[in-house]
């Protein structure tokens, strides 16, 4: 088997370093400093963070995409020489920068799309951590992804134990099967799930991620935006990815081919694992979590999720249906609900009430170029606000 050749680091940008993809990121690459370099950090809002990791890991580039917070950034930095810009589109420009060879993909939500474009034409390996860019634009960017010959590896972990099970294999994919621990709610009753509060939400039993996804996670929501970048990733059909409730969350994912064989992917929940899998692609290399004790462990189970309870997946299982821009209507929506959510302005409720009304009111599309995609992510978004004050608490 090959070894990484050390001599040679690979070059890493890392946008939204300041989140909870990012920061463990950083973890990885410290322990790791061998192997890889930082080339570039943005933040949208977090310049703290933003400076305190620039100051460790000295990169050459910064991006602080809020510009009212670039003045701050730039005298924490310029005395190490590092350049710093404002503005998305400043990390739009460097992602065309000779010294990068990846792009980690971290910003959350729809915002990563346009960076994320702009990586892809500049022929960047892709470890893509954001959904919403296949979830929004996943038929325009993989035909684009093939065209300028950038790889995409998946860093979620269910898209991540998807990819490490295929390693090698030519046989015919059958299936692939999605797994999620329930959330916080995987036993509560339909009126605790619409009345559920904010703290509560973001109690994920067994992950610990940002408060945007911790709450798609809580509605499930995060598995059918999941299902959607499935379903480009790996160029499947929906009807042949199943989704299926794991509460243990070890298994993160699998594969079933055309013998009845299932292969599939487990570890102890750390999404450092496939952070840096993603990162050091094709090697595996040692990384300090737990093992599995599987004596310990006694069972494993498994069950079907309840489209009644968490109507977002249903939603999420009709846009893939539909087809078109429907998806992206969807997530434009879902971004506002969930906005307004955590500012404890809607009930918890309200959510799937908010982006079913909301799609049933855009444009649909059934062939959208990248225009029509920015276009419908706007629309969504201004009809979705106009909805909230219906469901204000």
Known sequence: MATPNHSQKRHIAILGSTGSIGTQALDVIARHDGMFEVELLTANNNSTLLIEQARRFKPNNVVICNKELYQEVFEALDPLYIKVFAGIDSVCDLMSSGSIDMVLTAMVGFSG???????????????LANKETLVAAGSIIM???????????????????????????HAEIEKLILTGSGGPFRCSSAEE??????KSALNHPRWKMGAKVTTDSASLMNKGLELIEAKWLFDMKPENIEIVIHPQSIIHSMVQFSDGSVLAQMSNPDMRIPIQYALSYPFRIDLNTSRIS????????????DLKRFPCLQIAFDAVGKGGNAACMMNGANEIAVSAFLDDRIRFGA???IIS??????????????????????????IAGAIVKKYLI
Not at 113 to 127: E, N, Q, S, V
Not at 294 to 305: D, I, R, V
Not at 358 to 382: G, N, R, Y
Request: one cysteine or more; a negative charge.
């Open 193 to 198: 799930i619409a009345n559920a509060t904010k």
């Open 357 to 382: 009304e909301t799609v049933s009111k855009c444009t649909f599309l059934k062939e959208p170029t990248i225009e029509d995609i920015f276009q419908t992510d706007a629309q969504s978004k201004e």
């Open 351 to 353: 959510i799937p009430e």
């Open 113 to 127: 799309l346009k960076p994320t474009i702009a990586a892809i034409k500049a022929g960047k390996a892709i470890a």
């Open 294 to 305: 599987f004596p310990e462990l006694m069972q494993l189970t498994f069950e079907k999720p």
């Open 143 to 169: 035909p684009m992804a093939r065209q300028y010959n950038a790889p995409v590896i998946p860093v979620d972990s269910e898209h991540s134990a998807i990819f490490q099970c295929l390693q090698g294999e």
